[in-house]
């Protein structure tokens, strides 16, 4: 069992990203309060992707600062599983060289990380492929490896970064379910609206790095700024 104790905040307080002369996040600001499942969403290159390198310190913001707990937090992405933190990529970046088992037990915070890691992996109905190597899977069942490495820290926030990608329906459904069961703090960058609209609590919208939107899934829908900029848009 994870012993951390429960996410207060986690925040972001005018975030700038440049990368020379492109500014991927101009003065994004987000709260996160426990407990809740917060979208992200914009166009292609709208700095989502971005938003979660700087939360996991891959990234360093130009200007701008991030609090954990209302502390003032420098990430560091060696220290994220540490601090119940953790993330699926936005495609699918398992280990070559080693089985689905032990990709997922990478994930993994304690002693008992095989048994653990057997149970995410049931969790996301993949327990089957556990010794099978992952190079040879289809992707949706890679994606829900993905998952399972990220649930097994049993995180205090989780951040999915298009964890729908390449999906169809009826694993999108799943997914939907499973993000709400999961019942911890979660970060969601996705394009499915439908499934951003059904799970999230609140959903910033980004647009060029601008936040342009921020609010709950009827306010964002219903945000004629949004609806121009990108729901009217197909995805
Ligand atoms: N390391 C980097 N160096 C230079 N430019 C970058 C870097 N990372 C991202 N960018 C640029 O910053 C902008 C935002 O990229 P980002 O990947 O955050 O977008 P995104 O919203 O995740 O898009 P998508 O929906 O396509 O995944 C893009 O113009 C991208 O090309
Ligand atoms: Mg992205």
Known sequence: MSTDPPLKELALHNITV????LTALDDVSLRVAPGRIVGVIGPNG?????????????????????TLDGQPWRPRPHHLNRLGIARTLQGVGQFAGMTVLENVMVGARNRHAEREALTALERCGVARYAGAHPGALPYAIRKRIELARALVAKPRILMLDEPAGGLDSDEIRWLGTLIKEVGTTVLLVEH????????????????F?????LGTPGEISENPR????YLGAPA
């Open 192 to 207: 499915h609206m439908d499934l951003v609209m059904s799970v999230c609590d609140e959903i910033l919208v980004l647009d």
């Open 209 to 213: 790095g601008r936040s342009i939107a």
């Open 46 to 66: 709208a700095g989502k992707t971005t938003l979660f390198n700087v939360i996991c310190g891959f990234v360093n913001p130009t200007s701008g600062s991030l």
């Open 18 to 21: 440049r990368f020379g002369g």
């Open 226 to 229: 949004v609806t121009e900029s």
